[in-house]
């Protein structure tokens, strides 16, 4: 079985990438780091 959230993950940081390339603002850009890595932070489930 697939990890989904590690897949939804994922599919957010492509994205986050993707909105990187099209925006040079720097506040966005920082902004879209700081998301980036929360989404990277290490997450303790009970399963």
């Known amino acids: 079985m697939a990890n989904l959230s590690?897949?939804?993950r994922e599919r957010i940081i492509e994205y986050l990438?993707?909105?990187k390339e099209i925006n040079n603002h720097d506040e966005n850009?920082?902004?879209m780091i700081k998301i980036e890595n929360v989404?990277?932070?290490k997450k303790y489930e009970i399963v």
Request: aromatic share 0%.
């Open 39 to 41: 989404l990277d932070e």
């Open 17 to 19: 990438e993707k909105l």
């Open 6 to 8: 590690k897949i939804k």
């Open 29 to 31: 850009i920082r902004a």
